[in-house]
């Protein structure tokens, strides 16, 4: 019998919130969304894997550079619950109820050209562009915008022009 969500663990995540020279925050669109769907960049926490080396790796695969640097993180991990819809779509839906996350801000090192969201051969964005970081919450999925209302809440003075 299959347990139910809330009695499901939380998979271990990352988060970067990407801020580059004018205090902009990268976000892009996901591809496997309907409708407008934007977030930073995110996901999964590999074994034996630290969460910053995660978190470059997650930036690399999503954005195409890791020309970034690392200037704070949250206090501890944030969590969201997927709803149920979305829990049954997705491979690992069955194991977890969600994810619990650890976000870092990251000064962006690069040029925009560096940013290629079709460099990994599994690409998640159709389209990327550069936010006000007041204009986060409203941007993200609903499931998630407790998530992005702490984020901003703890790593959002960083975004600020260099």
Same mark, same amino acid.
């Given at each position: 019998? !299959? ?16 801020? =580059?020279?004018?205090?902009?925050? @990268? $976000?892009? +669109? *996901? ?7 934007? +977030? ?14 995660? !978190? ?22 944030? =969590? ?16 977890? *109820?969600?994810?619990? +996350?650890?976000?870092? !801000? ?20 159709? !389209?990327?562009?550069?936010?006000? $970081? ?10 998630? *915008?407790?998530?992005?209302?702490? $984020? ?5 003075? @960083?975004?600020?022009? $260099?």
């Amino acid at each position: 019998m !299959a347990r139910k969500p809330a009695a499901l663990p939380y998979r271990p995540g990352v988060g970067v919130m990407l801020i =580059n020279e004018t205090g902009r925050v @990268f $976000v892009a +669109q *996901r591809i496997d969304m309907p409708g407008a769907a934007w +977030q930073m960049p995110q996901g999964g926490i590999d074994e034996g894997e630290d969460p910053r080396e995660a !978190a470059f790796r997650e930036l690399e695969e999503e954005t195409g550079t890791a020309k970034a640097e690392i200037i704070g993180e949250t206090r501890g991990w944030l =969590n969201y619950d997927l709803p149920a819809e979305i829990l049954r779509e997705i491979s690992w839906g069955k194991r977890y *109820r969600g994810q619990t +996350q650890k976000w870092f !801000a990251m000064r962006f090192t690069g040029k925009d050209a560096d940013i290629d969201i079709e460099a990994h051969k599994h690409p998640e964005f159709s !389209a990327w562009k550069w936010a006000p $970081v007041g204009s986060l919450t409203r941007l993200i999925v609903p499931f998630k *915008r407790d998530l992005y209302k702490q $984020v901003v809440a703890e790593l959002g003075h @960083f975004a600020k022009p $260099v």
